[in-house]
């Protein structure tokens, strides 16, 4: 029988144990102590703090700007679009994939969290997890305080309203708002 790392099973969305993987450790402490560098440079660095984006994320388009403060767990699992712009505080729990399309706009105080936890009470307190990834495609624009949950795909050219919690896929050319986020609305000239 194959035996795999904590980290191949955190990848391969299987339940995996964090806490018990020192790869996983020192992932999560480089990726933070980037996060942290990030955060305390001065706003007017903007070529450094590009800089420091690239060595955090998998993958970037040229243009893009995240407003300070931004915080992520491994960074590796992250890829951005051509245009993409995020207000301040974002995070990403990225323990699976997390893609963003080109022309993604975020508001300020948004979380896209991929890390879900068991149900069963006995697993959950032993600290185990396992993560599904999350996709937003182009041309999206999210508003302030958005939650996109695990597993979840936004599609093209769908606009989410702000403080809306996204527990399920959004289709494409929409205007989807609440909590749960449901859609109210077919963009119909996209």
């Not at 040229?62 to 951005?80: L, P």
Request: aromatic share 8%; hydrophobic share 35%.
């Amino acid at each position: 029988m194959e035996n795999k790392s904590q980290k191949e099973k955190m990848l391969s969305g299987e339940l995996y144990d964090a806490g018990q993987d020192g790869n996983l450790f020192n992932d999560r402490i480089k990726c933070k102590t980037l996060c942290q560098k990030y955060n305390n440079l001065p706003i007017e660095n903007l070529e450094e703090r590009k800089e420091i984006i690239k060595k955090i994320l998998f993958s970037t388009g040229k243009n893009f700007h995240i407003e300070q403060t931004f915080f992520c767990d491994y960074g590796y699992n992250i890829s951005i679009g051509e245009n993409f712009y995020s207000n301040h505080n974002l995070v990403i729990l990225d323990c699976a994939k997390v893609e963003f399309g080109n022309n993604v706009f975020i508001g300020p105080n948004c979380g896209f969290y991929t890390a879900e936890h068991p149900l069963d009470v006995e697993r959950r307190i032993k600290g185990l997890e396992y993560a599904k990834p999350i996709k937003v495609g182009n041309n999206v624009w999210l508003g302030g305080n958005v939650v996109v949950l695990s597993g979840v795909t936004i599609g093209d050219n769908s606009v989410i309203g702000a403080g809306s919690v996204v527990t399920k896929d959004i289709p494409k050319n929409t205007v989807a708002v609440g909590n749960p986020c449901r859609v109210i609305k077919k963009l119909e000239n996209n």
